[in-house]
């Protein structure tokens, strides 16, 4: 306990290194799917509280999520990556083409599915940014949102059954603004 207290200390004490810590730790596990990312976000939640550490999370994710995408699909012709294609990765690769909005956003909202692999399958699918973008930002910000409320707070959200009912409604809402996004992009496609 008392080592979760200097952390704590000196969170506070070096305020701007630790948010780019947590902000680049993000960043960074887009790249490298070993790094526990839902241990990432609890600890910025419960660090720098609960908006300050999902919107840091959330950034950071995203920045990193969108950056592995657009390498992915410049280097998606290369030798290199030549290599992974067989045949049972091209069908996931063409069912991912011809999916849209809510398998994207499912994918990216559940913890336990690999989104290192979603993102290079969606590069490798030739996924406009425009579609993929929207759908991982709403994906990741419900799963962010999941993780970072209950880990600010765990105590006053057990014992609070409207914070339960709040927090499902933020789920609800971000699901629809994310979809109806999607689909004027898709309108003006």
């Known amino acids: 306990m008392e080592y979760i207290q ?5 969170v506070q004490d070096y305020w701007i290194l630790t948010m ?11 790249f490298i799917p070993a790094l526990p990312l839902i241990g990432i976000v609890t600890g910025n ?3 720098f509280g609960f908006l300050n550490g999902m919107i840091l999370s959330w950034i950071g994710s995203g920045l990193g999520t969108i950056l592995l995408f657009l390498l992915t699909k410049k280097f998606k012709d290369s030798i290199h990556m030549e290599r992974f294609k067989n045949e049972k990765i091209n069908k996931v690769i063409n069912w ?7 398998v994207l956003f499912i994918a990216y909202c559940c913890p336990f599915v690999p989104g290192f692999l979603v993102t290079i399958t969606s590069a490798l699918s ?4 425009r579609n993929f973008a929207p759908a991982m930002l709403c994906g990741k910000f419900i799963m962010f949102l999941v993780v970072s409320y ?3 707070d765990v105590v006053g959200f057990i014992k609070n059954p409207i914070k339960i009912v709040l927090f499902l409604l933020l789920v609800f809402l971000a699901w629809k603004v994310g979809n109806s996004i999607n689909t004027k992009l898709d309108k003006n496609n």
């Open 126 to 129: 030739g996924k406009d940014i």
């Open 6 to 10: 200097n952390l704590y200390y000196m």
């Open 45 to 47: 939640a419960m660090f």
């Open 150 to 152: 209950p880990a600010s």
């Open 20 to 30: 780019l810590i947590g902000l680049m730790s993000c960043f960074v596990e887009s």
């Open 96 to 102: 991912i083409y011809k999916q849209g909005f809510k």
